[in-house]
């Protein structure tokens, strides 16, 4: 994996650190396709390089549609 071969190679320290990246996501999830709407984004091209860096890992990765709202997760996370 890419963090640790950086961990390795140059002695770095890795923080994870949580944050709500879309807060106003509803609990019910959003489509992708309204999220980016008007940002002249090609979520194809998007996904295809994720896809790749993912394969290149060894890493699963899946095509969705959809985004939620991953506080309660977060906050289940930060307390376990």
Known sequence: M???????EHNVKVEWVHFPLHPDTPAEGRSLADLFAGRNVDRKAMHAQMKARMDAEGLPYGERTMTYNSRLSQELGKWA
């Open 2 to 8: 890419r963090i640790e071969k950086l961990k390795a």
